[in-house]
C-alpha cells in the first residue's frame, strides 16, 4: 500500500499537520513538533511559518 500524507485523526494537538507528517515519517509526533517550532521561532521569517502550518492544514487531506 503506497503511503499517503494526510492530517492525522488520532495524534493532533491544533489540526493534526505535525501528527500526519510524523505519521507519514514515521517517527514521534514530538520530535516534528519541535522541529517545527525551531524554525519557526529561530527562522527569519516566524510569521511564513504559522502561514505554512495552515496552509497545509487547508491543503493536505483528513484521510
Known amino acids: 500500500m503506497k ?4 492530517l492525522s485523526q488520532t495524534d ?3 489540526s493534526g499537520v505535525c ?3 510524523a505519521e507519514y ?3 514521534d509526533s514530538t520530535v516534528v513538533r ?8 529561530f527562522g527569519t521569517a516566524v510569521i ?3 502561514i505554512a502550518y495552515f496552509i497545509a492544514a487547508a ?5
Open 3 to 6: 503511503k499517503r500524507l494526510t
Open 12 to 14: 493532533k494537538k491544533i
Open 19 to 21: 501528527g500526519g507528517i
Open 25 to 27: 515519517l514515521e517517527i
Open 34 to 41: 519541535l522541529v517545527y517550532i525551531a524554525v519557526t521561532v
Open 48 to 50: 511564513g511559518g504559522v
Open 59 to 63: 491543503v493536505m487531506p483528513k484521510y
